[in-house]
């Protein structure tokens, strides 16, 4: 069996390297003067730009998923500290201040700012090396996109945010005013096109995790469908060319998320972790499982995610309303979510048994939580260490995203195959027409529990009536929710920016209602 190869991104921002893969060994005795001389150490600083991905992809958890229709959280009394402010949120109730969003890890916003400036420090120390054409190629292809993916995350949540396009040296040219987000749109097209003809196809399977033009291109296409001005014709070209590559669906739904098959060939691009000892682990069972007493039921081994805060579980738990929003028959149910039931003392479930959420009725005298199965591989060897990686871009996100660009362009004849293609795989019968409602519905139960939902109900125009009726229904299940909750208006579809940084740069200014 061919051996995997994976990028191992470091926590740290410079580390060794191979050309297959990226090892952690920091290197402790070279100035940013000397280093950026050869290959190795050129994809030592790209390895440090990927490595902001994985944050986005914790915080995305919070502000994606949990924000969205899909999910919400199990209360917990006795935090009413951090777990409390990371509620709010989810509540609609967060602001400028909130730390869950401006400290680490929850710093989206500096984040994807760290990341575009080590973008930025590449791509300009690679303009002036001796390195060959070839090289340059692929490290800035690489770069360009990385750039570009920390812009699109930037406009999504913040809106039009400053275009920093070149390395800072010192204070000059560090404190710039808010470009538009019609620029800021601009700027990531022109960087994924520049992109797209000099970063490879994906030909190999398991791929090494790197950015492809695979990925370029399904970038490309959410940045025309997403921006003030859309542009459906260039969207549909980039996405028809993915299906022309040598992407393809896995038959077993479930088999994509399998650690042990990660980077296959419906992956088109995904956040890398490896379980073990060196730093490279995720953490996603542990928090989106139930708080229990015996996680030895779960896990495999024991350890405690019982406590407060963000490394404890009770997060991310499917609404009883997403759960009962799957299609008769769908094969997505019981592999993205499972119900464990058992009894709750002090707010903590001792599991006694996990079942199918797939014609679920609660046994009488027994607690239950539901919770989400898609990335839950156990038996793990430690806690909060698990080599799960996170999807961003699937080969049948394309299909989808696809299929809503054609209906989007009144082609939904044309639409019907690609929407089917996906539902056929899930073990649900074909529909007759593909409409805008069915293909979101589709896309929802695809990549649900993949940070996708929110942004995606923003793209629909729908976001503020959903989540209004997601607080209607949350106020009658839970009296702990306030009256000021849940108000959701259009300025509630952007997040504050951090107040530290308004504090910082005074030619920036705040998004309206925070």
């Known amino acids: ?65 949990m924000r969205s229709d899909n999910t919400f959280f199990t209360f917990y009394p006795p935090d009413r500290g951090t777990g409390a402010d990371t509620e709010s949120i989810l ?43 070839s090289v340059k190629d692929r490290i800035s292809g690489e770069a360009l996109f990385l750039r570009a993916f920390y812009y699109f995350d930037l406009v999504q949540h913040y809106g039009g945010v400053p275009l920093q396009l070149k390395e800072l040296i010192g204070t000059d040219g560090a404190y710039l005013p808010r470009n538009t987000v019609a620029e800021v749109y601009m700027q990531i097209t022109t960087d994924l096109n520049a992109a797209v003809p000099i970063l490879p196809v994906a030909k190999d399977f398991p791929q090494s995790g790197r950015a492809t033009q695979g990925a370029a ?70 928090r989106f499982s139930p708080r229990t007493s015996n996680a030895p039921v779960l896990f495999g081994v024991d350890g ?33 979510i499972a119900v464990a039931e058992g009894t709750v003392t002090n707010d903590v479930l001792k599991i006694s048994s996990v079942k199918s959420p797939v014609g679920y009725t609660p046994t009488v005298g027994q607690d239950f939580r539901y919770f989400v199965k898609k990335y839950l591989h156990p038996p793990y060897a430690v806690q909060f260490n698990t080599g799960d990686n996170w999807p961003v871009f699937r080969y049948s996100g394309a299909l ?36 805008a409602q069915n293909v979101a519905n589709e896309m929802r139960h695809e990549l649900a529990f993949e940070n996708h939902r929110w942004t995606d109900l923003i793209r629909y125009g729908t976001a503020i009536e959903v989540l209004n009726a997601k607080g209607v229904t949350m106020k009658k299940l839970y009296g702990f929710l306030l009256p000021g909750t849940f108000n959701v208006t259009a300025d509630r579809l952007l997040y504050a920016i951090p107040f530290r940084e308004i504090q910082l740069n005074s030619q920036l200014t705040q998004n309206p209602g925070y």
Not at 92 to 102: Q, R
Not at 321 to 336: F, K, Q
Request: charged residues 20%; hydrophobic residues 35%; glycine residues 8%.
């Open 1 to 65: 069996m061919k051996k995997l190869s994976y990028i191992i991104l470091a926590l740290l921002g410079l580390v060794s390297c191979k050309k297959s893969a990226l090892y952690l060994t920091p290197e402790t005795s070279l100035s940013s003067s000397s280093f950026y001389k050869t290959e190795a150490q050129f994809d030592q600083a790209l390895t440090g730009a990927y490595t902001n991905l994985r944050l986005i992809a914790f915080a995305g958890n919070y502000m994606d998923e």
């Open 400 to 435: 989808l995203l696809l299929a809503e660009c054609l209906v989007d362009e009144s082609k939904n004849g044309e639409a019907l195959p690609y929407l089917n293609q996906v539902r056929a795989r899930a073990g649900l019968p074909a529909v007759a027409t593909a409409t």
């Open 304 to 336: 405690n995610n019982a406590g407060g805060g963000l490394r404890s579980g009770g997060w991310n738990v499917p609404t009883q309303e997403m759960v009962d929003s799957y299609e008769s028959g769908d094969l997505r149910l019981p592999a993205s």
């Open 217 to 286: 291109k399904i970038l490309l296409a959410y940045a025309y469908m997403s921006g003030p001005t859309k542009d459906y014709a260039k969207a549909e070209s980039a996405l028809k060319d993915i299906t022309k590559m040598n992407y393809a669906l896995i038959n077993n739904y479930a088999d994509v998320f399998d650690p042990t098959k990660k980077n296959g060939k419906e992956s088109i691009f995904e956040v890398q972790y490896q379980e073990g000892n060196n730093g490279q682990q995720s953490d996603f069972a542990w």
């Open 91 to 133: 509540e609609f109730i967060d602001n400028a201040n909130t730390s869950a969003l401006v400290n680490s890890p929850g710093d989206r916003y500096g984040n994807d700012f760290s990341g575009i400036a080590k973008t930025n420090t590449i791509l300009g120390r690679l303009a002036s090396s001796s390195l060959s054409q």
